[in-house]
């Protein structure tokens, strides 16, 4: 049985401010709900705050990006080992938002996962096609390409610190969501994938959540699927009665 993963993924949302007061109302709707894990991806100037009021909770707190390098020339960016030391746990990566405007590659995002588990992050693998490629018919090739090139390298005892996020990119913000079977199948697929890599044991344990227009009322349904191993939640995660019932129905 795989403990459900609940993230919420904020994107460029929220002021270190207004993550002050969230945390203090996410904190009354997550209390007492012990049955799955909540992470909080926040924008890095909102992690210090998350951080300080998260503390001495079960609620984890995670950055939206890393870079590769340990540290040198790269202005802008922000090392594993700078989020490791603020007390950061986890870090999305190879979202389909950096992907498709800031250039990203599933050769950076490989760098990036293995920078990110070497410094003592766990990470969350963003994966997922585009509407056009599931029209093609090519849904399961992508996701095997993407799973395979961002893991490039990394150990079957790292995966245990890989969270693989499914997004079709066409679900992502449009308030369009896979269907429960879509969402099962090709979480199934990259569980396949995982198999294959790492042998069955390893993708037995592995955890693969579902992400794209999950919302407070389709999240019952979709967190039933026996792939779906959670969630990453983006609009309807900075709202904490709505990310809360999302929290709910993962118990
Ligand atoms: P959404 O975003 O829930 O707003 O569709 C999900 C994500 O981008 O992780």
Redesign the pocket.
């Known amino acids: 049985m795989r403990r459900k993963v609940i993230a919420g ?1 904020w ?1 460029m949302n929220k002021t270190p401010t207004e993550t002050k007061a969230f945390v203090e109302e996410l904190k009354a709707v997550a209390s007492g709900k012990d049955n799955c894990d909540i992470v909080i991806c926040v924008p890095f100037v909102d992690l210090q705050a998350a951080l300080e009021g998260t503390k001495g909770t079960k609620i984890k707190v995670g950055a939206q990006n890393v870079h590769f390098a340990p540290s040198g020339a790269y202005t802008g960016e922000v090392s594993a080992a700078m989020l490791v030391d603020l007390g950061v746990e986890y870090v ?1 990566i190879g ?3 950096r992907r498709q405007y800031f250039g990203e590659t599933d050769e950076t995002v490989n760098a990036r996962v293995k920078a990110a588990l070497e410094a003592g992050l766990k990470v969350i693998l ?1 994966i997922g096609e585009l509407e056009k490629e599931r029209d093609q018919g090519i849904t399961a090739e992508i996701l095997g390409k993407q799973t395979k090139v961002d893991l490039l390298g990394v150990t079957a005892e790292q995966m245990k610190n890989v969270i693989i ?1 499914y ?1 079709p990119v066409w ?4 308030g369009k969501t896979a269907t429960n079977e879509q969402a099962d199948e090709a979480c199934g697929i990259v569980r396949d994938v995982v198999a294959s890599l790492y042998g069955k044991d390893v993708a037995d344990k592995a955890i693969v959540q579902y ?5 407070a009322k389709n999240a019952a349904d979709l967190l039933k699927c026996e792939n779906v191993d959670g969630g ?6 900075l709202k904490a009665p709505d990310f809360g019932v999302i929290i709910d129905a993962a118990q």
């Open positions: 993924n994107k999305v979202h389909s938002e963003c996020a997004e679900a992502i913000g449009t992400g794209g227009s999950m919302n990453l939640i983006g609009g309807a995660s």
